[in-house]
């Protein structure tokens, strides 16, 4: 056992290295938006922490809008089937979208998520993504801002949930093997 109790057991990504991190990113992004009408679309749940933080470090204007997907399910893999659970209130035609994302696993839910945006006609979809892990190399995603590249190995926290928990850590972290006990 540690300070972080039984279940939680590595912290991967501080408070800090995540804002420090978010402020670069949103630096890079003021610059490559800077006469442009810009649209964030945020990826619920999960990047609700992300979309949070990374909308109040830009200086550009932007308008937000969402949209809750599922791949995982309650589980610690993606199923590969993408479901839609809440689509944009807005049409996105002639709009610069920036999809902004917590993590990229398999990839899957992102290259469904990039082409559907694409077929509705916006000015250009590019995406950000906080933590990007192996495997989403595999899978073809073109990722414009990616915060952190991780290890194959699962972590909760700053949006990410294990069976809906530990999504409100301000942290990113591994979990103990009793924590996936019950
Ligand atoms: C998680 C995560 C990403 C996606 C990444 O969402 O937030 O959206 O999975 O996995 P992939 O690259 O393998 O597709 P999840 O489906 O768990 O929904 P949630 O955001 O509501 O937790
Ligand atoms: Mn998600
Ligand atoms: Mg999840």
Partial sequence: ENDLGTKLDRIVLTEKEIR??????????????????????????????VMADLSRALHVPVTVDFMAVSSYGSGRRSSGVVRILKDLDESIEGRHVLVVEDIIDSGLTLSWLVANLRSRGPASVEVFALMR??????????????????????????????????????????????????
């Fill in 20 to 49: 420090d991190r978010i402020h670069e990113l949103a630096a890079e992004i003021d610059r490559d938006y800077a006469d442009r009408d810009l649209l964030l679309v945020g990826v619920l749940k999960g990047a609700v922490m």
């Fill in 133 to 182: 892990k192996p495997d989403a190399l595999v899978a073809d995603v073109d990722v414009r801002y990616v915060g952190f590249d991780l290890p194959r190995e699962f972590v909760v926290g700053y949006g990410l949930d294990y069976a809906e928990r530990y999504r409100n850590l301000p942290f990113v972290a591994t979990l103990t093997s009793e924590a996936y006990d019950g």
